[in-house]
Nanobody, 127 residues
Framework: QVQLVESGGGLVQPGGSLRLSCAAS????????IGWFRQAPGKEREGVSC????????YYADSVKGRFTISRDNAKNTWYLQMNSLKPEDTAVYYC????????????????????WGQGTQVTVSS
């Protein structure tokens, strides 16, 4: 069973940066997607970014494009979400999740597509 552990959340001023980490273990498939999602109070969970281990392709939601970057460290089996130019509307609990992929498949940021989730880490952007 895949286990995911997020870290790196915290309180940051508007315009600041944070880097979230997602440490993964227990993969038993060749290809998988890693997705980052967030959920603000009273709102539905939304996809932020994802990366496919099959072809390395990435996807970003329009709301974070140009400010967030997803990356991975294969040696550490850890994925990162670098968040720059943070805005108050980025405040949410951030989750990483994973799902197996077929060879050559790209990733999706639809939460329903993912079957293993981390516990989440709080990001608060406020002055």
């Amino acid at each position: 069973q895949v286990q995911l552990v997020e870290s790196g959340g915290g309180l940051v001023q508007p315009g600041g940066s944070l880097r979230l980490s997602c440490a993964a273990s227990g993969f038993t498939v060749d290809y998988y997607a890693i997705g980052w999602f967030r959920q603000a109070p009273g709102k539905e969970r939304e996809g932020v970014s994802c990366i496919s281990s099959s072809d390395g392709s990435t996807y970003y939601a329009d709301s974070v494009k140009g400010r967030f970057t997803i990356s991975r460290d294969n040696a550490k089996n850890t994925w990162y979400l670098q968040m720059n130019s943070l805005k108050p509307e980025d405040t949410a609990v951030y989750y990483c999740a994973t799902v197996p992929l077929l060879a050559g498949a790209t990733c999706s940021v639809r939460p329903v597509r993912y079957d293993s989730w981390g516990q989440g880490t709080q990001v608060t952007v406020s002055s």
